[in-house]
């Protein structure tokens, strides 16, 4: 499956595969002073995605990564820990002898949690304002979360958020999808990356039409609608240059895994 540089993503060349829309209504000045709230491109491309593909992206999504399984196994009983973006929740269940509670955007994948894990603890909220008290998790897992946020400015806001409400000598264990990666190869760092939806999965209703966005195009030769999902994939070094904006943590251990960057953070101060 190949991704589109965010630049290019205007009409597909495989001709049954048609772009509503080009990109061109969403381009957003990356270097300039912009909110902490986030753009039309998170809001088209990552939340209103992910919402819609949830129950089929979930299906592929059920082993947990042996790294950050060993992360959560290690640590201390009885640990109050965050998993900031938990998805459908696949890491929720690796230690029962730990308190963990998952936060997502999409409330259709903490339905498909709140269905498959019982007694789960759960919330929506968004990872840029999250709706808990400095210092009160433990440990915090953030998997594969920030490289759907399209600037620097808000993907620091991501990261600032985790370590406001991790405790001191608390630590957080962090994936980014990685550049120099086998599994899929990349040109450019900004891509949409498109997920093809079975039409069963939209529940045998057609999506001919779209308000705004390049977010759906159809594929009638394989029965299915396309959208585009926003990544930012990390060189190596940058999520560690990332961190190192926020004064008070120290990294502790960086390494690759599953075609990402990640990082195991320890924040020493408030």
């Known amino acids: 499956m190949e991704s589109t540089p965010i630049e290019k993503i205007t009409d597909s060349e495989n001709k049954n595969l048609r772009l509503i829309e080009s990109l061109e209504s969403f381009k957003i000045n990356l270097n300039s002073k912009e909110s902490k709230n986030p753009t039309e491109i998170e809001k088209k491309h990552v939340y209103e995605v992910y919402d819609k593909i949830a129950i089929h992206f979930s299906h592929t999504r059920y082993k947990p990564w042996a ?26 269940k690796v230690n029962p002898k730990i308190n963990i509670f998952g936060t997502d955007r999409s409330i259709n994948l903490l339905k498909i949690c709140r269905e498959n894990i019982i007694n789960s603890q759960l919330f929506s909220a968004d990872s840029l304002k999250l ?26 806001q991501a990261l600032k958020e985790i370590v406001r409400i991790l405790k001191i000598n608390g630590k957080f264990l962090i994936y980014v999808w990685a550049l120099e990666q086998q599994e899929k190869k990349f040109t450019e760092q900004d891509n949409f990356v498109p997920w093809h939806l079975q039409q069963k999965y939209e529940n045998n209703v057609v999506v001919n039409t779209l308000s705004q966005g390049p977010k759906i195009a159809k594929d009638d030769q394989i029965n299915c609608v396309v959208y585009q999902r926003y990544y930012h994939v990390f060189k190596k070094g940058e999520l560690e240059n990332l961190i190192s904006q926020i004064q008070n943590v120290v990294i502790e251990k960086s390494y690759f895994d599953h075609a990402n960057w990640c990082c195991i953070v320890k924040k020493v101060h408030n």
């Open 67 to 92: 790294k950050v399984e060993e992360f959560l196994k290690n640590l201390p009983d009885n640990s109050f820990v965050g998993d900031i973006g938990c998805g459908n929740g696949k890491y929720l």
């Open 131 to 156: 709706p808990i008290r400095n210092n009160f998790f433990d440990a915090i897992i953030s998997i594969a979360v920030i490289h759907h946020f399209s600037n620097d400015l808000l993907r620091i």
